[in-house]
């Protein structure tokens, strides 16, 4: 787990664009191996899609060979509602960006089948070979994407009722009138974040302090979902300093220290060589899901998780200097000659 302290929102949001754009230039995406880039809502990452416009405007990345999924979606809104997901996404980035609009994937609440829906997504997201990146947000109540408290840590991609909570937070959205608030989503598991090959989060705000500490200092949780993060091989949650305000000092500053030897160390950014460099050999990546999968009625039933939830054995290490090996020579040798 890495955790990235900022002084504030923007330098936070900043160092996740920067971060995010490195990753789809080392990996190098084409038409064939694009990049497949998790993304959420909320009003925590308005401020990285601000700065990925704003780079790609100054030519410095491109969105051509980048493929989306997002979060989640409201149930029960049209998709043209001012407040939906899909009109968010359109208004702080798609519309901003040369993303393809057929490489963009967000749920659909108003599915006839919402089960079906949810089959399809997953498929989907297997179909395009894997979330490379995953970038999320939480809730107040450390929920991820609409993972409220207690829901499976091996859940996937299908239908969630909102806890209160939620409601009221999301109300200031829905002129701060709670009857105006949907009450359900389609959402991505907390399963589903897991098995992306990188995820990343922002957290800001004190309002959000208790559940960072919940999800950093205590132990992996189902009503804090968030915490099912420590079971990731590659997790970063990077914070202002306001989020921080519960943590114990020690944890602030072990991480801070970590983060500036490692920068010293030049290692800041390492991941294993292959989910930093990316394609894998899958051709074909985006199919389109088939229509026997379109057919399927309910949601499929989770598969044992123990194994996927446990990071596997390393099989990539971290690409670091190489200490020059020790070469034997002969006491002898070391005497100048006389
Ligand atoms: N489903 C979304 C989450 O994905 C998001 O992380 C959360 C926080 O939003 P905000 O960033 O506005 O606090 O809002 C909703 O609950």
Redesign the pocket.
């Known amino acids: 787990m890495r955790l990235i302290i900022r002084e504030d929102p923007t330098s936070a949001s900043t160092y996740i664009a920067n971060y995010i754009i490195d990753r789809i230039k080392s990996f190098n995406p084409t038409n064939k191996h694009p990049f497949v880039l998790g993304l959420?809502?909320?009003?925590?990452?308005v401020g990285i899609y601000k700065v990925l416009v704003e780079r790609y405007k100054a030519g410095e990345i491109s969105f051509e060979n980048v493929v989306t999924f997002n979060?989640?979606e409201y149930i029960g809104i049209p998709r043209e509602h001012p407040e939906s997901y899909h009109t968010f996404m359109y208004k702080h980035f798609f519309s901003h960006v040369n993303v393809h609009p057929s490489n963009t994937h967000i749920l659909n609440g108003n599915a006839p089948n919402l089960e079906a829906e949810c089959v399809q997504y997953e498929a989907a997201i297997k179909a395009a070979g894997g979330i490379d990146l995953f970038l999320?947000?939480?809730?107040p109540d450390g929920?991820i994407?609409?993972n409220e408290p207690g829901s499976s840590l091996a859940s996937r991609t299908r239908v969630k009722t909102l806890a209160y909570d939620?409601i009221i937070?999301?109300s200031r959205f829905f002129d701060n009138d709670i009857s105006k608030v949907p009450k359900m989503?389609l959402?991505v598991g907390v399963q589903t974040v897991l098995e992306a090959r990188e995820v990343v989060i922002i957290i800001t705000g004190a309002h959000k302090s208790l559940a960072l500490k919940k999800c950093i200092e205590e132990g992996v949780n189902h009503m804090w979902t968030l915490s099912s993060l420590q079971l990731h091989p590659h997790p970063m949650i990077v914070v202002d300093e306001d989020a921080t305000l519960e943590l114990q000092v020690k944890t602030v500053k072990y991480f801070k220290s970590i983060e500036a030897v490692s920068a010293s160390q030049g290692f800041e950014q390492i991941l294993p060589s292959k989910v930093r460099t990316g394609p894998r050999p899958i051709d074909n990546r985006i199919m389109i899901p088939t229509e026997e999968v379109k057919k399927q009625p309910t949601i499929q039933s989770p598969q044992p998780v123990t194994s996927t939830l446990l990071a596997a054995p390393a099989t990539e290490y971290p690409v670091r200097s190489i200490t020059p090996d020790l070469i034997p020579d002969r006491m002898g040798s070391r005497i100048a000659a006389y």
């Open positions: 959420p809502t909320g009003s925590s990452p979060m989640d999320g947000g939480i809730g929920h994407a609409f939620t937070a999301n989503a959402t």
